[in-house]
């Protein structure tokens, strides 16, 4: 029977190396204990609904994961769970998106066995582990994309929506009852603004980006 100031953390991560020196490093403390350990974005829901761990260490980038979206299905199903991103990926918009979707830390896989033991322990005390330069650079990344994103017109949002769907040029253009060319003059005129040149750059910034401002 555990004790009651035992934290239970739930270890989300594809990598088996990773998966071991987490255990390693919490296998060494009296009051955290790793009650499961999955390796498949699919294996976390029934796993959390299972176990209610206090905390989730969550791996940013998973086979069968949408980091963002299985932290609000968190959030909204399990509150008392709380979740840790531990990854290498250290990316504004993956920051900003797990701060805002509710993520408690975001933590550097290469930092050392006390910090994460610390980090752990703070986050299960209610502590949020973001830290000044952390909350700093998210506010400037979303305040960066939503500019960016209130510069394109209305048929410049629908062009590049469209164009994430999988759509070419002239189902595009069919679509919107547009000509060929003028989807073309809005596909530059959207390429200069989110400063990319093509349409795969294009669709990247709305897969990292641009999904927060469906139309």
Known sequence: MKSPDEITVLVADDHPLALEGVRSILEKTSDIKIVGEVQDGNEIKPMLAKLQPRILLLDLKMPNLDSVEIEKWVRENYPNTLTLVL????????????????????????????????????????????????????????EEVTAIWESLSKRERDVLQLLTEGKDNKSIAEILVISTNTVEKHLRNVYSKLTVSSRAEAILWWLEKGTDFRT
């Open 87 to 142: 990854t290498a990926h250290d990316k504004d918009s993956y920051l900003a998106n797990m701060m805002e979707a509710g993520a408690v830390g975001y933590l550097d896989k290469k930092l050392q066995a006390a910090q994460l033991i610390a980090s752990i322990r703070r986050a299960a005390w209610g502590n949020f582990i973001f830290d000044k330069e952390q909350i700093e650079r998210a506010k400037r990344w979303r």
